[in-house]
C-alpha cells in the first residue's frame, strides 16, 4: 500500500470539494475499500484537468455498500453491467449538481479478448489530504495502465507527461 501523502489540494474548485468531503465523511469506516479515481483523483494529486464528475471505484459488495451510504441521492441503481470494454457493478448519484460514478469490481477487457481479474484497489491506492482529511485515490502511474487498456491514448499521454516533469505525490 503507498503511503499517505501530506499534501493539500488546492486545484479542486469549491462544490467539488463540498461533496468530495461529504463523500469521504458517509464512507469513512466502510469496510470495502474504496478510491476516487478518474478527472477528480489525477486533480487531486496535481494535474490541471476539468472535473466533470466524481468518480468512486470499490469492489463488488462495496458498490452496493456505498449505494445504500448515499441512498438519498441514488439516480441510478447499482446494477451489474457490461459493455465492449467494460464490465462492473455501476451505479449513479446526483449530490447537489454533482454527479458520483459508482463502480465495483471493474473489468477491463485485454487486448487478446479475456477480461482481467476485477480490480482490486488497494495495492494502488494512495492517500492526498483534503481539508484535513485523508481521502483515497487512485496512484498516476495505476490510472496510467488502466486508461492504455482502455486505449485511451489521449488521456494515457497526458498522464505520461505529467508524471515525466514532476514526481508522483503518491507513492
Not at 474504496?34 to 494535474?47: N, P
Amino acid at each position: 500500500m503507498f503511503e499517505s501523502v501530506a499534501r493539500e489540494s488546492s486545484m479542486v474548485p469549491t462544490l467539488y470539494r463540498e461533496v468530495l468531503l461529504l463523500i469521504e465523511e458517509r464512507l469513512r469506516d466502510m469496510p470495502h475499500p474504496w478510491v476516487i479515481t478518474g478527472s477528480l483523483g489525477m486533480v487531486l494529486q496535481g494535474l490541471p484537468l476539468e472535473i466533470h464528475d466524481i468518480d468512486i471505484q470499490t469492489d463488488g459488495e462495496g458498490a452496493y455498500e456505498i449505494e445504500a451510504r448515499l441512498s438519498e441521492y441514488v439516480t441510478r441503481p447499482v446494477e451489474y453491467t457490461r459493455s465492449e470494454r467494460v464490465r462492473s457493478h455501476l451505479g449513479a448519484c446526483m449530490i447537489g449538481t454533482v454527479k458520483v460514478e459508482i463502480m465495483g469490481a471493474i473489468q477491463k477487457r485485454l487486448p487478446d479478448g479475456t477480461w482481467e481479474s476485477p480490480v482490486d484497489v488497494r495495492p494502488h491506492r494512495c492517500w492526498i489530504s483534503l481539508n484535513g482529511r485523508k481521502i483515497p485515490v487512485l496512484s498516476l502511474e495505476y490510472e496510467y495502465h488502466a486508461y492504455r487498456t482502455l486505449g485511451r491514448l489521449e488521456r494515457t499521454a497526458l498522464i505520461r507527461e505529467w508524471l515525466e516533469k514532476h514526481p508522483p505525490t503518491c507513492r
